[in-house]
């Protein structure tokens, strides 16, 4: 996993002189996003867009004249032109694109969350190790100088052991059609975790509710880890403010990241706590250490941009991307154990 | 309860003569803050404070040069100069204190948590009402120029019909010796939620985790209430920065509570989402509605000190406190419940 | 004044079908906002970019491969097919090319500051007077929501008699080659302040210093206005943190606007100060208010979009614009005073 | 300097059993604070506090029941029983109070500002010199960790040579009866620029305004020094919000200190900005660094008791206070000067 994720920021090493073809299939919220960040990009070639509605297209008209444009993904998913599929569609559509995809030859590049279900995760997997071909799952999140930062503050001990992680992801709106909160916001944090807690969580306990007479639109998720560590994720469609705030504490120091600051979006506290028991057993003596603050800078790259270039470079020199079909399986899994512990209110759901 | 909260801001209506003596147990953390409101309050005596550590004695001797001292609780209680009794101890203690004051005709305040068990609770209340007694347990936040006010947006409607109730109270310590983070942080909202939500709570989930060989010193609570309304309370005593914000939702309107803010704690939104379906079934329409933003003015009252008046109104004219015994019960009850949730790693209970 | 300030957000009357033929003159850093905001402008066409250096071009290309691009400013100059010309170009170039498209019989929008003297200024004024031809000076900010608001509450008589209006505009660089801070930043603030304080300047005193070896970094402007209106700007490129923050204060009430701020950019403050002899000549009671504050929801319109639209409408129907040249003069007539000031080190310099 | 500066912090040496017997003058709105500072201190004895409003004096009864009271301060100053007087009383009785108690041999902690004029000020330090008496200027801010922390970061280079001091200090209210807003608020920053500015001020200009028909309630003050360091202090009595924030600016590194944040008053960002000529005359090459943000621990000493500390250790050791009379008078001298620029709308004025 270090040298992978190590890979973004690393000096190019000469590869071989192929290109990749892509045709990206989705051009509402996302899609113009992925098509923009293709732009520029060295070994690759945006050959086609799709997308079913024609407004849609018209906007990728005037943003890529030079790139084929239709309303049939078949086209795309059979094209002997393309070598790469970027699914870029609602969270349904994903299993039946990128298996198509996969089954004509094709590498894919999934939007998060990976698949609706944890059966169709697998059956992807497994359809693209048979073919030789591979899976990437959009977790935008890892590209960030942020997280590649805080996972370099745990990889190399700044934060000490992890006691927690406490993530609140909250807005106004934007109400997803086809999935709920959790659904929509959640993959960010839990891929995060996945990348920066070097454990497997053991369980799941989310609550929400639902208030608009569609899907649960506020919802709050504990994950438990072995070793007392403990992730906490706060989603809301239903706040009137906006807020990205993630508190991660460790036995040595403890941090704070605020996506929505401009510039100081890391602060690393040299902040902790130490207990004995006292002479008395009953006695319990804790001490506060209190030092410096310290925001590291944080590389102001576009994450997308990274990624993209990534995936292409996974494929065409074969390396497994961190973001592999497998990383989407696992959040995929704690989405649907989530969705499991809601339905009851919050219970334990095992993983 | 809207006669007996509206209370503290009516004109005083002339009352009896008479002057409650008051007896303060503990001078400890809390102690000295009672003592200090206490003073330039109408109709009180301070008459003695005990507290069986010498150095806690020597502070109140500093303060209070005019007034008894003592290591004996036992004098207190049994005094017949005193008519009601503070009890800011620890915890455990509570239950104690608290009945041989009742045994003895006084009156009680009792610092929160109430007592360590819903049973306790139930046995004081029962021994006051027997002997005519008050109890009024010390969820000062209730008496906070911005608790008045949102309970205020809430009964006049400005809200709208309850969404959420979501409140994140943490820091670096101070850890307590003989209870977890939820007794010691989490009373607050579940007071306050008591006062502001016309509705019984129907069940709990907690979950959390302990990092220092000691208590639960990171929680996560939520609360199910009728009608879609759900509460959620963030605590934590291992935070590198100190947060104490609640976010209200409403069908109106919604607002944002940050308690250290020093001039604008309470800031309300004039944002909401309407949903309806489209002509075809799997079309939702979603609407955003984004006005102003007004922060009304919150009056900086030292609640403690509009509480402990309160107190002795409430004895000297026969009224009964929003914050009496059943009150203190409907709290402990809910930390019961949420202990109980704790320890099966967020199970659901029902209250 | 008022019906041109209002024209904006005005519904749109039937115009004319004609159709503005614009050329851009100047594609470095400002250039391509200007291009983009002219796109899907209604009764405009672009047709043709300037820039004499191949790397803007070439951007120019890529943003526009529909519009002629030409190296050689005297094509757009002097081109039968264009009507108004944009100089988005340095200061000390606005002056040789607004009088030639002038005198070539164009309309011309021109970057801020309008010219490098109040000489340059008069001159532009009067043979676009004389050859019936509109001037706008790119005072972008008037057309942001939140001055619009701010022009309102000052009209509306919300803020009351003015006091003060005090601006603090700092960031890390972007250090330009042929002006100092002040001709940089300051004429942001220098007509906002002639959109909305109905009142003539009378004095002003600047201070400042250069650290460089280049321009002055680091300036501060008093401009003094008639009834002891004061207005202040602290312009610097050498902040290691950027604000962009104004304070008006008023009799009635005083605002806060923050620039940064994503959604709560204006801040109405009710509060006030009163003053009045008490019984003894020496006494001199205050009062105080304090009341609510209220964040009006600004609209988050492109202030350059609306700018050009309302270019475009000025000269498609011959209105007289509100940032029009004598507007830009104002403004380079204090620029031009406050360098004098300078260089004293901070004389009064009457206006 | 540096030593008494250090002196603060450093471990107590054994001083002589002397202790030193204390009169306070004034207790309205600081002199509450000078005697409860007080409190204590080592080597020191609070015997008598002085005001002329009874309302004053009760509340002094209340604090300290065990020292003496009076309303005339002719007791105090002639008292056998006194070493020392604290002055804590409107400016304009400073000279003439603490010129009685020079006379009477005791030494004077004078509230800031030290005088009214340069003329009073020179007169107390002549007559002190004279009677070998001490006088401390009440500086406060010397006496925080925050100011005692920039001294540090100038002293040792972390900031390279100085740029600009940039102060904004400014709030609703307290009018002053006797004094304008800069005499009020601006001998905090001039105090702390003398004290941390290793030069001599060349120049001050003043621009400020008067609303009330009482003194100047908003000013800007500029202060030349040698070498292009240049400070400016922005003072208001009629902002909205209270804002107490200065930038300094060096070659190699800036901050910003914010008093009102509880926990990370100084930030300290590794930015700065390289300049030279290119290879063509015109060619100006701008490079910008930025690098971490750092908010070192600032010690959250009370200061006040702390300088109360340092004058009683100045007293018994026979040290030269940091605030000395002179330091006193440099400060006078820079409010006298800006007085007079004001006066003319902001004319230089040479030092």
């Known amino acids: 996993m270090a040298s992978a994720a190590n890979y973004v920021y690393d000096t190019c090493q000469p590869g071989p002189a192929a290109e990749l073809r892509i045709g990206v299939i989705g051009y509402g919220y996302w899609g113009p996003n992925v098509v923009r960040n293709l732009q520029g990009l060295e070994n690759c070639q945006l050959v086609a867009i799709c997308d079913s509605n024609p407004a849609n297209l018209q906007g990728a008209r005037q943003a890529r004249p030079?790139?084929?444009l239709t309303r049939d993904c078949s086209e795309l998913l059979t094209s002997t032109q393309i070598d790469a599929i970027a699914v870029v569609t609602p969270v349904w559509t994903h299993f039946d694109l990128a298996k198509s995809a996969l089954q004509n030859g094709k590498h894919?590049?999934?939007?998060?969350?990976?698949?609706s279900t944890t059966q169709q995760a697998e059956e992807l997997i497994e359809l693209a190790t048979r073919n030789r071909l591979k899976i990437m799952v959009d977790h935008t999140f890892l590209f960030t100088g942020a997280v590649r930062k805080i996972r370099q503050l745990v990889d190399n001990g700044t934060l000490g052991k992890l006691y927690y992680y406490d993530s609140t992801r909250v807005n106004l709106g934007l109400f997803q059609h086809d999935i709920n909160v959790v659904w929509d916001l959640a993959p960010h944090d839990l891929s995060i975790m996945d990348y920066i807690i070097p454990k497997k969580p053991e369980a799941i306990v989310a609550t929400g509710e639902r208030h608009l007479n569609g899907h649960v639109d506020?919802?709050?998720?504990?994950?438990?880890?072995?070793?007392?560590?403990?992730?906490?994720?706060?989603v809301n469609w239903l706040s009137p403010v906006k807020v990205c705030t993630t508190l991660i504490g460790g036995e040595k120091r403890m941090l704070v990241w605020n996506d929505l600051e401009a510039d100081e979006k890391l602060k690393v506290y040299d902040k902790g706590v130490q207990m004995r028991t006292g002479h008395e057993i009953y006695e319990l003596l804790?001490?506060?250490?209190?030092?410096?603050?310290?925001?590291?800078?944080?590389e102001p790259?576009?994450?997308?941009?990274a990624e993209l270039a990534y995936f292409i470079d996974c494929i065409l020199n074969d390396r497994t991307p961190i973001n592999d079909g497998p990383a989407g399986l696992r959040v995929v899994k704690m989405l649907e154990a989530a969705d499991q512990s809601l339905k009851k209110r919050g219970t334990t759901i095992r993983l």
């Open 286 to 298: 804790v001490s506060y250490r209190s030092g410096d603050m310290w925001a590291p800078k944080v």
């Open 108 to 115: 894919v590049f999934v939007e998060k969350p990976f698949t």
């Open 66 to 68: 030079d790139v084929e």
């Open 218 to 234: 506020v919802a709050f998720i504990t994950i438990y880890f072995p070793g007392n560590v403990i992730a906490h994720i706060n």
């Open 301 to 305: 790259t576009e994450a997308l941009k």
